[in-house]
């Protein structure tokens, strides 16, 4: 990204950045160098004080040491690498003339305001369902939503966790047991390269355990999951995207994030918007079946939890109408892409 910003002054290339994340992790992304100065890491990604982060009182908390640049480094020179390149490219995004975000007024007003230059907010982004399939990561097995519509109003579990969570056999298994125990119906998604050290067999004979309760399937067409009346709520990794999706379309969450943007994601959900529960490991990091029976049957028995849900499709549908906050910011973003 930085050397296209680095034309600009060099031969006059107008240029709008596109962020896949939050408008709250581009924020917290400009602070970094300030927690340097204060001690909190230091320039190589190394944590000196483990402190909670917090920018603005209704904006996410997350702790040190689940800032994207840190629990995405898997090796001290990779954590280096990663704070060195926000260290270097953090001035240059001055030289863009608009950041536009998959996000919306109404959730970020407070982390858009601390951008580094003037932000339009255009989210909740959705693709329309004539996209073609060369869009998706493997093919979607539609078959799943003839199986909703055999199910009752909000009675199933969809479980899903993006394109690069991989689980081990353990946890696995526990997630498994989990979901049977809940005695509700349910959809999990398991990806070709979802489980570590776990053949075709223990696949297989998940799909035989289950049949006639829960379905599984190699990858869903989330949007129209989500959309479905059937489904109870959302377990999920919390990735952007399908934070903003489960908003769109008022879904509580059970978040189970795993590393980058996701931890931040998840204080947004539960501490900020109050529309899910955070999933708890125990003392040896496996999120346990019980764990998984109790913390759905805690969430769907939360009636507060549904209705702030709901309340955020409400303001996600009234964004995008005509008139709303980011119909307007995307007419904005049109007049300025029609600028002589």
């Known amino acids: 990204m930085s050397f296209v910003l680095e034309l600009v002054p060099a031969v006059g290339v107008r240029v709008a950045l596109f962020s896949t994340y939050s408008a709250a992790i581009f924020a917290l992304r400009m602070h970094v160098p300030k927690m ?4 909190i890491i230091d ?9 909670r982060i917090q920018l603005r009182p209704k904006m996410p908390a997350i702790d040190a040491t689940e800032l994207p640049w840190i629990s995405l480094g898997k090796s001290p020179e990779s954590r280096r690498a990663m704070i060195q390149s926000v260290l270097k490219n953090n001035p240059t995004f001055s030289l863009a003339e608009t950041i536009v975000c998959n996000t919306f007024q109404e959730i970020e007003s407070g982390a858009l305001a601390l951008l580094p230059i003037p932000a339009l907010a255009v989210g909740p982004l959705e693709a329309p369902r004539s996209t073609s399939a060369a869009g998706h990561f493997w093919a979607e097995d539609e078959t799943c939503l003839p199986w909703l519509d055999a ?3 909000g009675s199933v579990v969809y479980v899903a966790f993006g394109s690069l969570t991989v689980f081990d056999a353990e946890r696995l298994q526990e997630l498994a047991d989990g979901l049977v125990l809940t005695g509700r119906p349910f959809l999990w998604v398991v990806r070709p390269n979802f489980a570590d050290g776990v053949g ?3 696949l297989d004979g998940l799909r035989r355990r289950v049949a006639g309760t829960g379905l599984v ?3 869903a067409p989330q949007q129209r999951v989500l959309a479905h009346p059937s489904v109870a709520c959302f377990v999920s990794h919390c990735g952007w995207n399908s934070t903003m999706e489960g908003v769109r379309h008022g879904v509580p969450f059970l978040c189970w994030p795993y590393f980058a943007d996701q931890f931040l994601n998840q204080s947004y959900i539960c501490d900020v918007w109050g529309a899910g ?6 003392e040896r990091g496996v ?3 019980e764990e998984i029976r109790g913390k759905v049957a805690r969430l769907l028995g939360d009636e507060g939890i549904k209705a702030r849900a709901l309340s955020l499709r409400s303001a996600a549908c009234a964004s995008v109408a005509d008139g709303g906050s980011s119909h307007q910011d995307l007419l904005k973003l049109v007049s300025l892409l029609t600028e002589d």
């Open 277 to 282: 529960l955070r999933i708890r490991a125990d």
């Open 43 to 51: 320039e190589t990604g190394n944590v000196r004080r483990n402190e």
């Open 200 to 202: 075709d067999g223990w």
């Open 217 to 219: 399937v190699g990858w």
């Open 36 to 39: 340097v100065q204060d001690g």
């Open 287 to 289: 999120v346990t079946k």
């Open 151 to 153: 199910q009752a109003p």
